[in-house]
Nanobody, 122 residues
C-alpha cells in the first residue's frame, strides 16, 4: 500500500498563495489527483496529473489559479494555489490513481492521504 503525505496547508488571506505537496512512500506509475472537502459539502475534484505529466485536468472553479505539477523524481506532486478565495477553504486530499492516466473521478483513485487544511480569510 502506498502512503501519501500532504503538507503545505495553512491560514492565509484572500488573494494570497499556497503550495501544497504530496509525497508518496514509494514510486508508483500512477496518476495523482487533488480533491477537497469543505464543511458540510461533498468532496470535489480539484486537479489531476498523469504519470508522465502529459495530461492535466482542472476543475472549472480553479482553472487559471491553481497549477498541478510533479517533481523530477515523480514521487512528489505539487498544487500551486494562487489568488486564493474564501470559497477555497477546505481540507485538501491527495490521491493516487489505479492507472497512469489522469482522472477527475474519485472512484479512479485507490490511495488517499490524510488531508491538509487550507483556510482563506476574507
Amino acid at each position: 500500500q502506498v502512503q501519501l503525505a500532504e503538507s503545505g496547508g495553512g491560514l492565509v488571506q484572500a488573494g494570497d498563495s499556497l503550495r501544497l505537496s504530496c509525497t508518496a512512500s514509494r514510486l508508483t506509475f500512477s496518476a495523482r489527483g487533488w480533491f477537497r472537502q469543505a464543511p458540510g459539502k461533498v468532496r470535489e475534484f480539484v486537479a489531476s496529473i498523469g504519470w508522465n505529466s502529459g495530461n492535466l485536468y482542472y476543475a472549472d472553479s480553479v482553472k487559471g489559479r491553481f497549477t498541478i505539477s510533479r517533481d523530477v523524481t515523480k514521487k512528489t506532486v505539487y498544487l500551486q494555489m494562487n489568488s486564493l478565495k474564501p470559497e477555497d477553504t477546505a481540507i485538501y486530499y491527495c490521491a493516487g490513481a489505479r492507472s497512469p492516466s489522469a482522472s477527475s473521478l474519485s472512484g479512479d483513485y485507490v490511495n488517499w492521504g490524510q488531508g491538509t487544511q487550507v483556510t482563506v480569510s476574507s
